[in-house]
């Protein structure tokens, strides 16, 4: 078993680079299957979700090479299955992007019914409107889902949820579909608009991604070779900003695109800690205890639901009554039961908390129940009066590259301990 051992104590200070999203990789991976050729990706975190992206993709017969460590090159030539490992495929949640791409490219896909962080209730059912809507018909049974089509035909497509999947699957199922297709209500994300690239850059016709009306000319067929880098990580970069912030420390944050920060940004200026942005850097620092302040999650531009729990710890130790609540996924407060080991004031009920700011907190032995609870679990150790144990690792391992050698070059006192 692994473990993370933190001697807390010490305020961040340095340069770090951010590496490509997590979320888009794990998209722009399986949407490479749009291409009967080669794919060029870079700028790739090398986490364990890409790894499993790249392990399912091989096994419908695609031909992967890691050229660089964050470098892929992708071969989809030889696809010859419809039907996905189940074991992989129910493993993380992102595999739901297989039935999109595999809809557009073979007219069939089966899938295990995907899995991820245990963040409450994740169901399915806007993909599922959008593949129907195109003229696919679904079924679900025995833990697994079978999507085929004879033919997919453009059409108006509104979410009745704002969902990133959603978004992102119908778009990739759409391309080759006749005529035109609009998604109305889509998501926003960073990561929207990266696929939307991605995509347009092998030779679809998608206007508007990044807005909430996206729409989809149909294309008979893409070019069969492209040459790609994923947009910096907005989840990676706001972790650091805000580790910054708990630390008193001062961080200068490179290759990240500060616009998609904006939300963060004014928080962290609310509550006392100081941002300054120029080109692709971002400069993060505070040297006073952050102030008490009030936050919902939204979908973006709103706060992020994945910079949630790092923004806890941040609020765990604010002067000060804080108020979180959380509007996307029901059970993302598992964390606070872990803070409140080290000596937090949380009392978190259904999809609120209340962070009543202590003075310091006190490591501690701590279980990462999700992956952006893991982060924030750092953040809280490096904070911390002593020592912290985290468990759980796997979790952390899926979204973040390397994370205690990149604290470690911080100052941060962080080792991963084999038992
Ligand atoms: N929803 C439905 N029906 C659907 C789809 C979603 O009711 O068909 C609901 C969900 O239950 C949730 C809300 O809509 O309440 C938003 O879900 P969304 O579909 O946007 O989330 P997702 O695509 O499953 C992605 C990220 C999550 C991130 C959310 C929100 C991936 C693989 N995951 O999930 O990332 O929290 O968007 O931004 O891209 C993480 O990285 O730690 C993580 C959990």
Redo the contacts with the bound molecule.
């Keep these: 078993m692994e473990k993370l051992v933190i001697t807390g104590g010490t305020p961040l200070k340095g340069e770090i680079s951010i590496i490509g999203a997590?979320?888009s990789a794990?998209?722009i991976i399986p949407a490479t299957l749009l291409c009967n050729g080669i794919c060029t990706l870079h700028n790739v975190p090398n986490i364990i979700?890409v790894k499993l992206s790249c392990e399912i993709l091989e096994q419908l017969g695609s031909k992967i090479t890691w050229i660089d460590t964050n470098s892929l090159l992708i071969d989809n030539r030889n696809i010859n299955k419809t039907h996905a490992p189940l074991d992989l495929t129910s493993k993380?949640?992102?595999s739901?992007?297989l039935i999109g791409a595999m809809l557009s490219r073979c007219k069939e896909i089966e899938v295990g019914l995907?899995g991820?962080?245990n963040?409450?209730?994740?169901?399915?059912?806007?993909?599922?409107?959008g593949f129907e809507a195109l003229g696919a018909v679904a079924n679900l049974s025995q833990g697994k889902i079978n999507v085929k089509a004879d033919k997919l035909v453009g059409t108006n497509i509104y979410m009745?949820?704002?969902?990133?999947?959603?978004?992102?699957n119908v778009l990739l199922s759409s391309i080759f579909a006749e005529g035109t297709t609009t998604i109305d209500n889509a998501?926003k994300?960073p990561?929207i608009v990266d696929v939307a690239n991605f995509l347009n850059s092998l030779g679809a016709d998608i206007r508007g991604a990044g807005t909430d009306l996206i729409k989809i000319n149909g294309v008979k067929a893409l070019k069969e070779n492209v040459t790609y880098s994923i947009v910096p990580d907005q989840?990676e970069t706001g972790t650091f900003m805000l580790a910054a912030i708990a630390s008193k420390g001062d961080l200068t944050i490179k290759n990240c695109i500060p616009e998609h920060m904006d939300s963060l940004t004014s928080k962290i200026i609310e509550i006392g800690g100081n941002v300054e942005a120029y080109g692709d850097v971002i400069h993060v620092w505070s040297s006073n205890r952050p102030q008490k302040t009030v936050i919902k999650t939204l979908?973006?531009p709103g706060f992020?639901?994945?910079l949630q729990p790092q923004m806890g710890v941040v609020l765990s130790i604010a002067d000060g009554t804080s108020i979180i609540n959380e509007?996307?996924?029901?059970s993302r407060f598992q964390y606070t039961a872990e803070l409140n080991k080290m000596g937090a004031r949380i009392t978190a009920q259904g999809k609120s908390a209340i962070f009543e700011g202590v003075s310091h907190l006190t490591g501690a032995p701590v279980y990462a129940t999700?992956?952006?609870a893991g982060a924030a679990l750092v953040i809280a150790g490096i904070i911390a009066n002593g020592t912290t144990e985290i468990y759980n690792l796997k979790h952390i391992d899926r979204?973040y590259e390397n994370i205690e050698t990149k604290f470690s070059k911080l100052g941060a006192q962080i080792k991963r301990i084999v038992e």
């Design positions: 997590k979320n794990i998209a979700d993380f949640r992102a739901y992007y995907p991820g962080c963040l409450g209730a994740r169901p399915i059912d806007q993909h599922i409107k009745d949820i704002v969902s990133v999947g959603a978004t992102i998501a994300e990561h989840i979908p973006y992020p639901t994945d509007s996307i996924w029901e999700d992956l952006r979204g």
